[in-house]
């Protein structure tokens, strides 16, 4: 028989590898088991001797303290001083002094007797021993006894809580894990349904035998998190560990709280995060219950050429204050009182967007460095490269404006993009935001976050709708034209759907209907080139400000976006007292209560929503109406969805502790993304604008800033 096997050399290097593996295994193992055995054994020696050395004390103690007869000390001679060497020279150096404890003992039991009068009492002694037994007796050792007792005794009921079994230490691994989860994509529903399921044995058993002391388990309300995190806690006490929250008070303090407002972009650019947060600084300041300081980012001349419209430009900030404030006190109609900083920022052209340069945190003093209102706060850290903001303020909030999930998308390789988009933008609201608020759902879900609008409309608008209802109870005609449509000519901006709901409902819609459209932009010949081609009864008008006068007289916006996240535009419309026709999208959840509102959710429902809309009249606002959307309901809106409400009323401030592992893994993140920022290389390769991470001379000449090589010198190692 053909034996096609190679014969098996002894030798082969193959077995010579895995004999030198396992003997180094074993090796390694022996070693490590006589090594624990030397420690153990150590241990026990070291027990042992601590137990003898103790005994041996008492033994001596008890000796001394039952002596009654006069005993020989000895006492070594062992003074060494020039001015005693006569003295001592008399003496060889086993001379020995002699103590006698009978006179000590004589001393000790004598009476001694102090004058009542002076406030002191009478001591009488018989014995040492009934001495040393009323110092033992006495009121001050009573009081060491009775303080070390109560550190040291054992907790209340605490043989009557078992130990945490396995499913309830893996549900609570899965509770603590929540962000590191979170950012594997693991959302907080799936979450919570782990944790449910896990914790269901133990919340039958709890059905018999309740676990808490004086608490009983009640299935009808779903508070397994509470319940875990109160049987964690009551675990914890059960073992004598206090436990800590998560923040702590210092002293109080009647200063005024103060509150930081940190945007992306500043008037006279008419965008969003320039206009909002102008008015939440006002109408948060308005109140004089907190002190309000808003910080915008400053562009070199360069950039606010390419920014700012009409030619506009600063030389100076405290130039560009005076635009700001004139512009707001002119809408708000009362004269602002907060403060307006600035920080560097430098225009990126592709995204269209001003990217802070330096860190941002250090244009607020320390002093000052109470509550932040981040507006936009993925898009302040995504190249932040400073101090942590919730480590520097007591609290962070974060709003987000925008919807950059869905601009993303549009882009080449959209999807890739917005996959590692939107895990930065986890990791960056997680890691600086104490609480998110999502303007509506129509943004990612991000961590910490809750949905309110806390937007609301220029007063102007407010004013114009009033106007117009007043004219129509009087028999006026208040609306002569149609439809129009208003924003940025970008095709992102709703512009895309426009032309296309316009092109497909072409036959359907009344032949005497036409929209009138207003706005500038990168995409205006593009989008208007395409309307021509398909034959569309569009006329294009140049941008102009949605209070004008010759707005007015329309009767309906058709709004058709589903990028954005709250369009003011729709909200100033209603606010005027128009018909809105707009998408069946998260981004109009607050306006559905509005009748004036009709959404639609196919291309026929906005047909018969554009005809209905032509045909009837716009009802007239309620008070109530009128007041939700005005600022003053948006800035109550904010204080309790922020919890700022409860935060500004404490007569302590708090300073947090970052002891739980949520905090360590926000922490984590925090770090791990300080790293990758200060790397220009990284940066850049993320789309940073070159040079941000740090700003530049002009900046520091702007603002007078210590020089950048000052700032941030640049060392040789």
């Not at 907060?338 to 860190?359: M, T, W």
């Not at 329309?554 to 707009?582: H, Q, R, W």
């Not at 922490?667 to 390769?685: I, K």
């Amino acid at each position: 028989m053909l034996n096609f096997r190679p014969p098996e050399s002894p030798d082969s290097p193959a077995t010579v590898t895995a004999e030198k593996a396992i003997s180094f295994i074993s090796k390694g193992w022996r070693e490590v088991k006589d090594s624990t055995k030397a420690d153990i054994r150590l241990m026990k020696a070291r027990a042992n001797s601590f137990k003898n050395l103790a005994s041996s004390f008492d033994r001596e103690f008890e000796n001394f303290l039952r002596a009654s007869c006069s005993v020989p000390v000895p006492v070594t001679s062992s003074f060494h001083g020039s001015d005693s060497g006569g003295v001592l020279n008399k003496w060889s150096p086993s001379a020995r002094l002699w103590i006698d404890l009978k006179e000590i003992k004589q001393a000790i039991v004598s009476e001694v007797e102090f004058n009542e009068r002076e406030g002191f009492r009478v001591f009488k002694s018989s014995s040492s021993f009934e001495v040393f037994e009323g110092i033992k007796k006495s009121e001050f050792l009573m009081k060491v006894k009775s303080s070390l007792k109560s550190i040291c005794k054992e907790p209340d009921n605490s043989k009557d809580i078992p130990p945490l079994d396995m499913p309830e230490l893996l549900a609570y691994l899965v509770r603590q894990s929540g962000p590191f989860l979170d950012q594997l994509g693991v959302k907080k529903d799936v979450s919570d349904k782990i944790i449910q399921s896990l914790c269901t044995k133990r919340k039958n058993q709890l059905q018999l035998t309740p676990i808490y002391a004086g608490e009983s388990f009640n299935p009808e309300n779903d508070t397994t998190i509470d319940d875990l995190d109160s049987r964690i806690a009551s675990v914890l006490h059960s073992t004598g560990h206090h436990y800590e929250t998560g923040v702590t008070h210092h002293e109080v303090t009647n200063e005024k709280r103060h509150v930081a407002i940190v945007t992306t972009a500043s008037l006279p650019w008419m965008t969003g995060t320039a206009v909002n947060p102008l008015f939440r600084a006002a109408y948060l300041a308005k109140s004089r219950k907190q002190s309000v300081t808003l910080l915008v980012p400053w562009l070199t001349r360069k950039d606010q050429e390419l920014v700012y419209p009409n030619n506009i430009t600063f030389t100076s900030p405290e130039e560009q204050e005076v635009y700001i404030r004139s512009w707001l006190e002119e809408r708000v109609g009362f004269k602002t009182d907060f403060k307006i900083s600035f920080y560097p920022g430098k225009f990126q052209k592709e995204r269209r967007s001003i990217i802070p340069a330096g860190d941002t945190s250090k244009f607020i003093s320390s002093k000052e460095a109470d509550i932040a209102i981040l507006e936009e706060p993925e898009h302040l850290n995504w190249y932040h490269h400073g101090n942590r903001w919730t480590n520097k303020f007591n609290h962070v909030v974060g709003i987000v404006h925008t919807n950059y999930l869905e601009y993303i998308k549009r882009e080449k390789n959209g999807a890739l993009q917005a996959f590692f988009v939107k895990h930065i933008n986890n990791l960056v609201t997680r890691a600086y935001c104490d609480k998110v608020l999502r303007l509506s759902a129509a943004t990612q879900d991000l961590p910490k976050s809750v949905i309110c609008n806390v937007h609301g409309v220029n007063p102007k608008f407010l004013k114009i709708g009033e106007k117009t209802a007043a004219e129509r109870e009087n028999g006026g005609q208040s609306f002569s034209k149609g439809a129009y449509f208003l924003g940025k000519m970008v095709w992102a901006k709703g512009y895309r759907e426009l032309i296309d709901l316009l092109a497909k409902q072409k036959d359907n819609l009344d032949n005497a209907f036409k929209i009138d459209v207003y706005g500038n932009g990168e995409d205006a010949n593009e989008v208007q080139s395409t309307a021509k081609k398909l034959n569309l009864n569009v006329n294009f008008m140049k941008g102009i400000d949605h209070a004008d006068d010759s707005l007015h007289s329309y009767k309906v916006f058709i709004n058709p976006s589903v990028s954005d996240v709250l369009c003011t535009a729709t909200a100033e419309a209603l606010a005027m007292g128009k018909f809105v026709v707009c998408a069946d999208h998260p981004s109009n959840d607050f306006f559905r209560s509005f009748p004036n509102c009709l959404t639609y959710n196919s291309p026929q429902d906005f047909v018969e929503k554009v005809n209905l809309a032509m045909d009837s009249e716009p009802h007239p606002l309620t008070p109530d109406q009128r007041f939700n959307l005005s600022w003053e309901a948006a800035t109550q809106r904010f204080m309790e969805s922020s919890e700022l409400d409860k935060i500004l009323t404490e007569t302590s401030r708090l300073t947090r502790k970052s002891n739980s592992v949520p905090s360590l893994i926000d922490g984590t993140l925090a770090f791990a993304h300080y790293c990758f920022t200060g790397n220009e290389f990284l940066r850049l390769c993320t789309g940073a604008v070159p040079g941000t991470r740090d700003y530049n001379k002009q900046h520091s000449s702007d603002l007078h800033l210590l020089p950048p090589h000052v700032e941030n010198p640049i060392y040789g190692w």
